[in-house]
């Protein structure tokens, strides 16, 4: 069917995209070190920054391709077993409410594509073509949903690919006048060869010239698409809502903590060390079926409202 070959379109695409971010990574972190940083400023007589700089940026690098490994190959969010088995058990006496495109705090919600019982704020993923706990939406750069269990790491992947853009740029743009000097004065060897990736200082090689400009030119698209990735997501986390949950108009968000650093717990754990590094939550605020309310006051005036029958029905 259409709709069929739309989704294995978008997969292919997304599964492209992802092994392009990889990419980039991979030549950000070599470009940077062995030319930029091994041979560029050595040449241009700064090698002396070349150690601090290597110190502040591999960690950043590092953390940023571990978080977008954990995000791609990560869970997002799966409906567990103890879901399951509580539907089973529970039966005919479950409450199933239907599916609407509106906030729905502490109803089971049907979902029309898997024909299961699914928890508050789960979704259905038409590319992956399951339900996700608190499912936010499919990501192509990862290659994967973001939902519960790897929502962290979405964002996560998001600062420090910023963080890597700004470096990249801050470094790499005050070398282009030595570098366009060079060029002009004929001081750039007109070589391609293998032996460029050497970590010595020398003359320049038209290579070290090419790589000084990609990694301009990747630092500067990072910045721009990861400055609107943020821009968006950052402010849904600090609102405690999803992509999905920003549309709804039907109540104030129920979830809502009334601080930005007790909303982005409610993804990242309780405040820690552990908000650095790509890890699963130490102390997580929820088991991705129930979620805090907020203020148990407006929590149960919203509770005690009625679902709007005109609401569009959601899958």
Same mark, same amino acid.
């Given at each position: %069917?259409?709709? +069929?070959?739309?989704?294995?379109?978008?997969?292919?695409?997304?599964?492209?995209?992802?092994?392009?971010?990889?990419? =980039?990574?991979?030549?950000?972190?070599?470009?940077?070190?062995?030319?930029?940083?091994?041979?560029? =400023?050595?040449?241009?007589? !700064?090698?002396? /920054?070349?150690?601090?700089?290597?110190?502040?940026?591999?960690?950043?690098? /590092?953390?940023?391709?571990?978080?977008?490994?954990?995000?791609?190959?990560?869970?997002?969010?799966? /409906?567990?077993?103890?879901?399951?088995?509580?539907?089973?058990?529970?039966?005919?006496?479950?409450?199933?409410?239907?599916?609407?495109?509106?906030?729905?705090?502490?109803?089971?919600?049907? !979902?029309?594509?898997?024909?299961?019982?699914?928890?508050?704020? %789960?979704?259905?993923?038409?590319?992956?073509?399951?339900? $996700?706990?608190?499912?936010?939406?499919? !990501?192509?750069?990862? #290659?994967?949903?973001?939902?519960?269990?790897?929502?962290?790491?979405?964002?996560?992947?998001?600062?420090?690919?910023?963080?890597?853009? /700004?470096?990249?740029?801050?470094?790499?743009?005050?070398?282009?006048?030595?570098?366009?000097?060079?060029?002009?004065?004929?001081?750039?060897?007109?070589?391609?060869?293998?032996?460029?990736?050497?970590?010595?200082?020398?003359?320049?090689?038209? %290579?070290?010239?090419?790589?000084?400009?990609?990694?301009?030119?990747?630092?500067?698209?990072?910045?721009?698409?990861?400055?609107? $990735?943020?821009?968006?997501?950052?402010?849904?986390?600090?609102? #405690?809502? +999803? %992509?999905?949950?920003?549309?709804?108009?039907?109540?104030?968000?129920?979830?809502?903590?009334?601080?930005?650093?007790?909303?982005?717990?409610?993804?990242?754990?309780?405040?820690?060390?552990?908000?650095?590094?790509?890890?699963?939550?130490?102390?997580?605020?929820?088991?991705?079926?129930?979620?805090?309310?907020?203020?148990?006051?407006?929590?149960?005036?919203?509770?005690?409202?009625?679902?709007?029958?005109?609401?569009?029905?959601?899958?």
């Amino acid at each position: %069917s259409v709709m +069929t070959l739309s989704t294995t379109g978008y997969h292919w695409a997304s599964q492209a995209a992802f092994l392009i971010a990889l990419g =980039l990574f991979a030549f950000v972190g070599i470009a940077l070190n062995l030319v930029t940083l091994g041979r560029v =400023l050595p040449a241009a007589g !700064c090698g002396w /920054l070349s150690r601090p700089l290597c110190g502040v940026f591999n960690p950043v690098w /590092l953390l940023g391709v571990l978080s977008l490994m954990r995000a791609r190959y990560s869970d997002p969010g799966v /409906l567990p077993q103890k879901w399951q088995a509580f539907v089973e058990r529970a039966g005919p006496a479950l409450p199933i409410a239907p599916p609407r495109r509106e906030w729905q705090p502490r109803k089971t919600t049907m !979902c029309t594509k898997c024909r299961f019982p699914r928890p508050e704020r %789960s979704h259905h993923c038409l590319l992956c073509g399951r339900c $996700i706990l608190r499912y936010d939406h499919h !990501c192509p750069w990862i #290659n994967n949903c973001v939902g519960f269990y790897n929502h962290k790491f979405f964002l996560q992947v998001c600062v420090y690919t910023w963080l890597i853009g /700004l470096m990249t740029v801050a470094v790499t743009v005050p070398t282009l006048p030595f570098c366009f000097r060079a060029v002009t004065n004929g001081e750039v060897e007109m070589d391609f060869g293998l032996d460029r990736w050497a970590l010595r200082a020398g003359a320049l090689k038209l %290579s070290d010239v090419a790589a000084t400009l990609g990694l301009i030119v990747v630092g500067v698209f990072a910045l721009f698409l990861l400055s609107s $990735i943020l821009r968006s997501h950052g402010s849904l986390a600090m609102r #405690n809502l +999803t %992509s999905v949950e920003d549309f709804y108009e039907n109540m104030p968000n129920p979830f809502d903590q009334g601080s930005v650093v007790a909303n982005l717990a409610q993804v990242f754990g309780e405040p820690g060390w552990d908000w650095i590094f790509p890890v699963h939550p130490r102390r997580p605020l929820s088991d991705g079926v129930t979620f805090v309310c907020g203020p148990s006051d407006l929590c149960d005036s919203l509770l005690g409202g009625t679902t709007r029958p005109d609401a569009t029905p959601s899958s």
